[in-house]
């Protein structure tokens, strides 16, 4: 099984309401991470779990909380979202941790979840 | 900052014509891997090139690295309409940024049937 799953695919909310974005993979992988990409851009890093650990926070602002319950299991929640944060939110996961610069090995992504804040 | 800069930002071909995407990087990398993105979908890993590595192929795809002048090429050959995406080169960089992949701008590539 060679596929992370991302649930909803598409999220309509309003400023005030409370979502989670969720992603899932079975491949044993222990690196995770959630991207934000605008239309035409590239993805933009935003957390990165490494060992069900928050290893990495690009400097993300509070309205969102990433979780990592478990090895296979990875949220995002969102609270006072603003217009600009409309976007899609990708999930990917890599084989290994972070250790020596292993973040940087194939990365599997999510189809995504396609964010519209009202 | 942004790592890789790919050339052409946008390239419109014919079915069964041979496509080129370049990529152009400043910093010393691990790897740089090729990525393509179907419209408003996930990434999907072509293939990936060690450093150390300066060709590689993988079915229609021929990926070429130069290290010296910090770039490296993908070539699709006998372009198919399913082929049409936009393609991202993604650089594993070395050094102070070694936890993840730093993606370029994307070149979109439309196969015309």
């Known amino acids: 099984d060679t596929e992370v799953t991302q649930t909803p695919k598409h999220l309509v909310m309003g400023m005030t309401n409370k979502k989670s974005l969720k992603c899932e993979q079975h491949?044993?992988?222990?690196?995770m991470y959630w991207y934000k990409q605008k239309a035409k851009k590239p993805p933009e890093l935003m957390f990165v779990?490494?060992?069900?650990?928050?290893?990495i926070n690009e400097s993300v602002p509070s309205r969102f909380s990433p979780e990592c319950p478990n090895s296979s299991l990875l949220n995002l929640h969102l609270h006072a979202l603003q217009p600009e944060d409309s976007a899609l939110y990708l999930c990917?996961?890599?084989?290994?941790?972070?250790?020596?610069?292993?973040?940087?090995?194939?990365?599997?992504f999510g189809p995504g979840t396609r964010l519209t804040v009202l | 900052s942004q790592q890789g800069e790919e050339d052409p930002q946008a390239l419109s071909i014919q079915e069964g014509e041979n496509a080129t995407m370049n990529c152009s990087y400043k910093?010393?990398?691990?790897?740089l891997q090729w990525y393509r993105q179907n419209s408003g979908r996930g990434l999907v890993h072509l293939i990936l090139?060690?450093?150390?590595?300066r060709e590689k192929h993988s079915g229609r795809l021929r990926v070429t690295l130069d290290t010296s002048k910090k770039s490296s090429s993908l070539l699709i050959t006998a372009s198919r309409a399913a082929d049409t995406a936009s393609y991202f080169c993604?650089?594993?960089?070395?050094?102070?940024?070694?936890?993840?992949?730093?993606f370029g701008k994307g070149t979109l590539l439309t196969v015309n049937p």
């Open positions: 990917a996961s890599s084989r290994w941790g972070l250790a020596g610069g292993r973040g940087t090995d194939t990365q599997y």
């Open positions: 491949m044993g992988h222990r690196a």
């Open positions: 779990y490494s060992y069900e650990k928050l290893s």
């Open positions: 910093t010393s990398i691990n790897n």
């Open positions: 090139i060690r450093s150390n590595e």
């Open positions: 993604a650089t594993g960089n070395s050094g102070g940024s070694n936890y993840k992949l730093t």
